[in-house]
């Protein structure tokens, strides 16, 4: 059993930078990929970023170029850098772990954590 943990969530300005933890329990950890992923209230949860256990990255479009999503195997964790932040982008965050090769789908995920809020203020 896997067990995530997002923090770094808060309230920043439009424009401004945060950056997201999701650690992770579990000496398994570096075989799994990782997804982020969104949600606003009554609507779907959605595609973020992915980086797979041999790190390749990939973005949805409305993040390409101002997020950045790395790992840390060592540590276990993975992080999530957004810059150039928009009133758009306040959400909930989840991270979450799957085996399978790159899924922009929530379901091809095994494992989530609890999430953390995201505000950008206009």
């Known amino acids: 059993q896997v067990q995530l943990v997002e923090s770094g969530g808060g309230l920043v300005q439009a424009g401004g930078s945060m950056r997201l933890s999701c650690a992770a329990s579990?000496?398994?950890?570096?075989?799994?990929?990782v997804g982020w992923f969104r949600q606003t209230p009554g609507k779907e949860r959605e595609f973020v970023a992915y980086i797979g256990n041999g790190g390749p990255t990939y973005y949805a479009d409305s993040v390409e170029g101002r997020f950045t999503v790395s790992r840390d195997n060592a540590a276990n964790t993975v992080y999530l850098q957004m810059n150039s932040l928009k009133s758009e982008d306040t959400a909930i965050y989840y991270c979450?772990?799957?085996?399978?090769?790159?899924?922009?789908?929530?379901?091809?995920?095994?494992?989530w954590g609890q999430g953390t809020q995201v505000t950008v203020s206009s």
């Open positions: 579990g000496r398994t950890f570096s075989r799994y990929a």
């Open positions: 979450a772990l799957t085996v399978s090769a790159y899924s922009r789908h929530r379901y091809d995920y095994n494992y």
